[in-house]
């Protein structure tokens, strides 16, 4: 057993939250841009892409996160490409990400009143302008909250990524634990380091979600 002072494993385990953070921010960021084209497949007039969305939507859904982390973890070796365990990490949750929050948005815009898509097309809008200047920023009213909630659930889920061998917050608990044999020390500074991260967001999402309500009252 090797000896660690509390402050070593503290030190250790916050340097390995550093990483959950920003794969975290990279997923919900890259899952936010690929989110937003899926969305936009989603209410497409075109029956074709439509349907892709959905299927898209429906394979990262519908199938567990590591599996597709696994998929891609030793897909990508099989087909001659060398790809590291970040990589891996930050794809596999991008994707995950871009799937709940296009169909978080689709809902969002759905729920605008269809008198403002006739009343900007009666402006002479194209679905563009339609989009960014009129439908958007109301729809934005309506996911603030469920945006800010999944976001919760995405930092929990970059502990899926230790099993790959991404070292963070997770993977490094684990090797800390083997090392000094005292887990309900270790894995409960992980706990609380999770709650510090998230409680302020959930928090945040309920303020969101009254003033959704209220929003929507008016």
């Not at 997923?27 to 209410?43: C, E, K």
Request: proline residues 3%; aromatic residues 16%; positive net charge.
């Amino acid at each position: 057993m090797i000896e660690f002072s509390n402050w070593d494993i503290l030190r250790n385990l916050l340097f390995a939250t550093r990483w959950t953070i920003a794969l975290s921010l990279v997923a919900f960021i890259g899952g936010g841009v690929v989110g937003l084209i899926i969305m936009s497949m989603r209410i497409s007039r075109r029956k074709v892409l439509r349907n892709f969305a959905a299927a898209y939507i429906g394979l990262f859904q519908g199938t567990p996160l590591l599996l597709q982390l696994f998929l891609i973890f030793f897909g990508f070796p099989m087909l001659g490409f060398r790809i590291e365990a970040w990589t891996v990490a930050a794809l596999g949750l991008t994707f995950y990400a871009s799937a709940f929050l296009g169909e978080i948005w689709r809902g969002g815009v759905e729920a605008v009143d269809k008198g403002q898509w006739d009343g900007s097309a009666a402006l002479g809008l194209r679905w563009m302008l339609q989009m960014r200047l009129i439908i958007l920023p109301q729809a934005f009213a309506y996911v603030r909250a469920p945006t800010v909630g999944f976001l919760v659930q995405l930092i929990k889920a970059t502990a899926v990524t230790s099993i790959i061998g991404f070292e963070e917050l997770v993977r490094v608990s684990g090797v800390i634990n083997n090392a000094t044999f005292e887990p309900f020390k270790v894995y409960g500074i992980v706990a609380m380091i999770f709650f510090c991260i998230c409680f302020p967001l959930t928090w945040y999402a309920r303020v969101l979600e009254r003033r959704s309500e209220a929003f929507r009252s008016h």
